[in-house]
């Protein structure tokens, strides 16, 4: 979303606590400096919770995270993400009067998860050691290293701010459908790349 303009004035009607609410990442859109770039950062924090507070009734035929269980997993959770975030990012922009409002990042947050739609290489964060393991609460091991996470926080936001055709179409449609698929591709092409650096092994 760029660029993205703050509301100058409110629309008449009752103020949609819960779209607003969902459409700023329950509050990250309102941090100072860059609200894009705390909400990627809680894509990011979404996808590591994902490894690592699964109830241990979520486990599935191995002993420990495979490519494919998080895929599943994260192939159901990020497009329900985005078609939530295409009602409030819309909600919120007639509501703020603004085409895309500053403070809405939940499109931010999809298109985060959706980089990481390729599955992450099998290891340990923070060199071996999960939260889990400090908290010596039983789950299964994480598996997603430093590199993964960072590499793709890094392609998302270059691609975001870049915007390679055909974002900057995209984000000319109409209200949260465009907030939204912007990112969404931006989300697209990084998970290339990212595909291109499993394949290649460079995030291991």
Known sequence: MN????????????????????ATGFGLGYLPKAPGTWGSLGGLALVWCLCQFIPDSFAFDSPAWTRREFLE?????????AILGVWAAGRAARYLA????????IDEISGQLI?????????????GFSLAQVARVPRWP??????????????FRGFD???????????K???GVGIVLDDVGAGLYALACMQIGLHFGLLK
């Open 142 to 155: 994480t598996p997603v290293n430093w590199k993964y996470l960072l590499l793709g926080f890094i392609l």
């Open 3 to 22: 660029p993205k303009t703050e509301p100058a004035t409110l629309s008449a009607g009752k103020k949609p606590r819960l779209a607003i609410l969902l």
């Open 173 to 175: 449609l109409r209200e």
């Open 98 to 105: 603004a085409k895309d409002p500053q403070i809405v990042v």
């Open 161 to 171: 701010i870049v915007k390679p055709p055909p974002l900057r179409h995209l984000e």
């Open 73 to 81: 997993l994260l192939i159901v959770v990020a497009p329900l993400l």
């Open 115 to 127: 980089t990481f739609f390729g599955g992450p290489p099998v290891g340990h964060i923070f060199f």
